[in-house]
């Protein structure tokens, strides 16, 4: 339990309705998307960037365990503070987001949802391309804290590809600037690059500068439909390696199409689904589009959809957006991976997944960004009978050595968390994991931003 000399100054910090003890309220910002839980023994809600630093500043100086958070969306449990202490919740650092057209770019307190960026953004013919399935509750720390990627990732890159430049809470609670807002700098070493995807280990951002786009003129979406999702993943190594970059490349397995189905009572048809979406000029949209339903047609199963356009796509894209929380109503508890490897890797990759998850005997759906080679093998357990949990756990363990020998990642998209802890020496071995910690060290020296996640020996 936490000094209760400490609560009064964090009262005093933030004002004392943002100072949470209670249990109900304890509970509530105990877990993210997965599996793992554990309790505060505070949370406080700053609204500015000075009462976030003056809530740092006192627990560096009292030792006391720091964990941000955005929504609670994380699928790596970054979010869970396993060592207790005050969690950090920017939810009430949601300002509208100031937008620069001229210069392309804006400016976005942490705690601002995706998608409100992005609306705002459109509202002034602007885009702003990461798109996370979830972007309808995650915010923009949380995004930066993982790199967050989505749907557009394979044309447009993901969350470090916009970030300019950063406002941060260092560990030791001191404001400063990284970056800047121009198009250009090489002031020093890059510690906006550093800071996005270090998952709150290495300080809170309190606001971003971020890249804006013009928003492209014209979309195209097709859609195709495979017996099996090995003949659909090697569509997708053909498109790609044709030298076509759609916009969005998505895949579903024939389990996740049923689920999502019913979740949305709408029938999606049977089979896996390959959903593919051009952006830009509208000839080339055109011409892109049909180049792909060339290579579509020319396989088995093939395209089914030459042109979705209006409500059926936004319902289509609704669909894949729906993939994790349609699973979840199959089974107790979903295990979301997050495999990453070279595209023409891709139906490799499904064959080892198909055949881990036959080996050891246990459920798994297959979804995700399959145009960037990364998938979410989601497995359908139960977390009451540790039996299955163990095989589960096996066969994650071999998933992920299988994506490192096929040239790919433990992580593309969700962090290391909690969850990836065991594979990140496995992938970047003992060199780099030491300079990881060598960074870690010298940027945290109380050992207090988000303990316990990333490095299992922190
Ligand atoms: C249904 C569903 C679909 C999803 N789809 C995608 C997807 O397509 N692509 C994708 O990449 N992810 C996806 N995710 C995962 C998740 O939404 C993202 O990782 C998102 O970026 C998390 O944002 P959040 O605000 O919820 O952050 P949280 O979960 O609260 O935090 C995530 C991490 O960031 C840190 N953090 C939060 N705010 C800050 C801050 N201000 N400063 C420093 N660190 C901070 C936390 O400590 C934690 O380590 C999905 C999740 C769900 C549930």
Request: hydrophobic content about 40%; proline content about 5%; aromatic content about 4%.
């Amino acid at each position: 339990m936490m000094d209760p000399g400490v609560v009064e100054i964090l009262k005093s910090i933030v004002g004392p309705d943002n100072v949470l003890s209670d249990q109900e309220s304890l509970v509530c910002y105990s877990f993210d998307a997965t599996r793992y839980t554990s309790q505060p023994e505070v949370v406080v809600k700053p609204r500015s960037a000075e009462e976030v630093a003056g809530v740092v500043a006192l627990a560096y100086e009292e030792g006391i365990p720091v964990t941000p958070r955005g929504a609670g969306t994380g699928l790596s449990g970054g979010s869970v503070p396993v060592q207790g202490g005050i969690v950090v919740s920017m939810e009430r650092m949601n300002s509208p987001a100031v937008i620069h057209k001229e210069d392309l770019y804006a400016v976005v307190e942490a705690g601002v949802v995706t998608e409100h960026l992005q609306r705002d953004a459109e509202a002034k013919r602007l885009f702003y391309p990461p798109d996370p399935a979830s972007q309808a509750a995650c915010t923009i720390g949380g995004n930066i804290g993982e790199c967050a990627g989505g749907l557009r990732g394979l044309k447009y890159g993901t969350t470090k590809n916009y970030v300019l430049g950063l406002e941060i809470v260092t560990p030791e609670g001191r404001l400063t600037r990284t970056g800047a807002r121009t198009v250009k700098s090489v002031a020093g070493y890059d510690v906006t690059r550093l800071m996005v995807g270090s998952e709150g280990t290495l300080g809170i951002v309190t606001s971003a500068v971020l890249r804006l786009l013009p928003l492209p003129r014209a979309r195209r979406v097709i859609a195709g439909r495979f017996k099996d999702i090995t003949s659909a993943a090697e569509a997708v190594a053909e498109i790609t390696a044709s030298g076509l970059v759609p916009s969005i490349l998505e895949i579903m397995d024939d389990k996740t199409v049923e689920a999502v189905g019913a979740f949305l009572k709408e029938s999606l048809g049977d089979g896996v689904l390959l959903l593919a979406e051009f952006d830009g000029a509208k000839s080339l949209c055109e011409e892109e589009a049909s180049k792909a339903l060339e290579i579509l047609n020319g396989r088995q199963g093939g395209a089914i959809e030459d042109d979705v356009k209006g409500k059926k796509s936004a319902k289509l894209w609704e669909a894949r957006r729906a993939a994790l929380p349609a699973l979840t109503r199959l089974c107790t508890t979903v295990i979301l991976e997050d495999v990453t490897v070279p595209r023409s890797m891709l139906p490799d990759m499904v064959n080892k997944i198909t055949r881990i998850a036959g080996k050891y005997d246990v459920g798994v759906a297959v979804f995700g960004h399959a145009g960037d080679g990364n998938i979410h093998p989601t497995f359908l357990t139960d977390r009451r009978n540790p039996d299955e949990l163990k095989r589960v756990d096996a066969a994650i363990a071999e998933m992920m050595g299988a994506s490192i020998d096929l040239g790919g990642t433990v992580s593309g998209e969700h962090g290391i968390g909690l969850d990836k802890m065991p594979f990140l020496k496995l992938e970047i071995g003992k060199a780099g994991y030491e300079i990881m910690k060598r960074v870690k060290g010298s940027l945290d020296p109380g050992g207090i931003m988000n303990p316990g996640k990333m490095f299992y020996d922190s």
